[in-house]
């Protein structure tokens, strides 16, 4: 793969400073195309219908967490990333995995 995610290392290290990039290119890799489009690529935590995406796209089906679990990793991640008006999605979903302690579903 390539080193594209590089450029989305610093963006998740600022949360998670000991983020691991392995998982970083996973989730850039599994996002992919999506990434290329600058409104695609951020979260918005008080778009309703993007958070049910999230939660139906990256936290059920990849994370394999309930519904429940979902919207608790996504209320914190949220909460983490509020200073931020730009939620990379690639940073939102790292934190999403790490609060939800599912991290090793990624790497």
Not at 18 to 25: C, G, K, L, V
Request: hydrophobic share 35%; proline share 0%; with cysteine.
């Amino acid at each position: 793969m390539s080193d594209r995610y590089l450029k989305y290392v610093d963006g998740v290290k600022k949360y998670a400073s000991d983020a691991s990039d392995e998982a970083i290119r996973k989730i850039v890799a599994y996002c992919g195309i999506a990434l290329q489009s600058k409104d695609a690529s951020l979260v918005s935590c008080s778009d309703k219908e993007e958070l049910a995406r999230v939660r139906k796209g990256w936290c059920t089906k990849k994370l394999g967490l309930s519904a429940e679990d979902a919207d608790a990793a996504i209320a914190k991640t949220c909460e983490q990333m509020k200073g931020d008006r730009q939620k990379s999605r690639v940073a939102f979903y790292y934190l999403v995995a790490q609060n939800s302690g599912t991290l090793d579903k990624v790497a």
